[in-house]
């Protein structure tokens, strides 16, 4: 289910600019994580991998920021069964790909985040709530 | 008169064995994976405070969610993926989709002596009024109650009382840990699992790293 994070979304268009200087404080509840979920970053590229396993599902993407040379960030997604009940398939993101994803970056700085959406190149929009999908 | 006396033991060995029907598929509430109950509340032993506040400072996902090793009791109950209950008068069977593991609880059998420890432990359940009570004993001491890291030890004993809630709709499982290595006395949280029909669970293989291809060829 999609965090309500409009109040305290960071927006960050050119990702590469960015950095996680200081670490937001730690909700009581998601002490463990290691993705600020208080904010979020826009990262377009094209896709060089997609690995689609267990227990998490990574996706490498070389972000674009005009006039420099790509930077690679890894995204973590949530588990194969997760995204498909979302609707998510093992080919949604395909190496090659020119995407737009929405993620929320490590608290480290490091170039690397947790899937939030996905908008393809033909505008179609997967989006990734935080513990699976609601049982009917 | 006979007919009636009949006719009283039959209905009163119908509602001896009245057990409620935990069967079908169920999802955890609260998919946070962390045992609902305030930190500051739980009876710590000293030794086991310092490694709950190490895993706590992590900040991480603690490396064992990420090694693929099974979770353990209690924490395979938290797992934010539906799990499915099969209940027969010799046995409820609890079929996990996270990680395919299951929980086997034989009705109104004695405890093993001293079993192995496991991830899962040893189970043993019994029909107490309208709820199954499981007893739960013979764990290793490498898993975590839950995932902001909450120790125990291989002293562990579980105590669940499995009850329906909200006229079948919720499965409340309420349970009391008991493990004098890790805490000053007993403590309890509670699990509530909403009915998912219509949900099939999946298969959950983990793996680290690359999956290999099966070969005849291994030494």
Sequence with gaps: MPMNRSAVALMTVAAALMTVAVAAPVAAHHSFAMFDITKSVILKGTIKDVHWSNPH???????????????????????????????????????????????????????????????????????????GAKPS | MTRRLLALALLASTAASAAPDLSGTWWIKDRSGIAAVDPAAIPFTPAARATFD?????????????????????????????????????????????????????????????PDPTY??????????????????????????????????????LSERLSLRDGGATLHDEVTVTDAKSFTRPWTFAIDFARATGVRLMEDVCTFGPPQRDTMDRK
């Design chain 2, 120 to 157: 899962l432990g040893s189970s043993v359940g019994r029909w107490t009024g309208d709820a199954l009570t499981v007893d739960t004993i013979g764990f290793n001491d490498i898993t975590l109650i839950d995932r902001t890291g909450i120790p125990h030890s291989d002293a562990m004993r």
């Design chain 1, 57 to 131: 599902v990574w996706i490498d993407i070389g972000v674009v920021t005009p006039g420099k040379p790509p930077v690679m960030w890894g995204i973590e997604a949530g588990a194969t069964n997760t995204l498909s009940r979302q609707g998510w398939k093992r080919d949604s993101l395909k190496p090659g790909d020119t995407v737009t994803l929405e993620v929320h970056p490590m608290r480290n700085g490091s170039n690397s985040g947790s899937m939030m959406k996905a908008t393809l190149a033909d505008g179609t929009v997967l989006t990734l709530g935080a513990q």
């Design chain 2, 54 to 114: 190490r895993n706590r400072a992590a900040a991480a996902i603690p490396p064992k969610e990420r090694d693929c090793l099974p979770e353990g009791t209690p924490r395979l109950m938290l797992a934010p993926y539906p799990l499915q209950i099969l209940q027969r008068p010799e046995q409820v069977t609890m079929l996990f989709e996270r990680e395919h593991m299951v929980r086997f609880v034989p009705i109104d059998q004695p405890l093993p002596a001293d």
